[in-house]
Nanobody, 120 residues
Framework: QVQLVESGGGLVQAGGSLRLSCAAS????????MGWYRQAPGNQRELVAA???????NYADYVKGGFSISRDNAKNTVYLQMSSLNPEDTAVYYC??????????????WGQGTQVTVSS
């Protein structure tokens, strides 16, 4: 069974930094795109950043250079480095990955979410 496990969330002051990690484990054949989404209370879940298996990246317009996504294919792990955080970045951050399992069945997987809280 495939699962995604996130870590690295927490409480940080405005202007601070955090690094989120998301590790995929289980019967994995291959992983395509991986990404980070976030959902603030009362809002819909929105894309933060995504990265393909080849390393091409895509960022939401509101990121404005303060966030950086990367991945370690050997570890089946994706990272989100967040800098210059502000209170509007407070949300639950979710990891997403398109994974083909050992049965060659492909589907999207989601992590359980990690809370990021930025205080002013």
């Amino acid at each position: 069974q495939v699962q995604l496990v996130e870590s690295g969330g927490g409480l940080v002051q405005a202007g601070g930094s955090l690094r989120l990690s998301c590790a995929a484990s289980g019967s994995i054949f291959s992983i395509n795109a991986m990404g980070w989404y976030r959902q603030a209370p009362g809002n819909q879940r929105e894309l933060v950043a995504a990265i393909t298996g080849g390393g091409s990246t895509n960022y939401a317009d509101y990121v404005k250079g303060g966030f950086s996504i990367s991945r370690d294919n050997a570890k089946n792990t994706v990272y989100l480095q967040m800098s210059s955080l502000n209170p509007e970045d407070t949300a639950v951050y979710y990891c997403n990955a398109g994974i083909r399992d050992s049965s060659y069945y492909r589907r999207d997987y989601w992590g359980q979410g990690t809370q990021v809280t930025v205080s002013s």
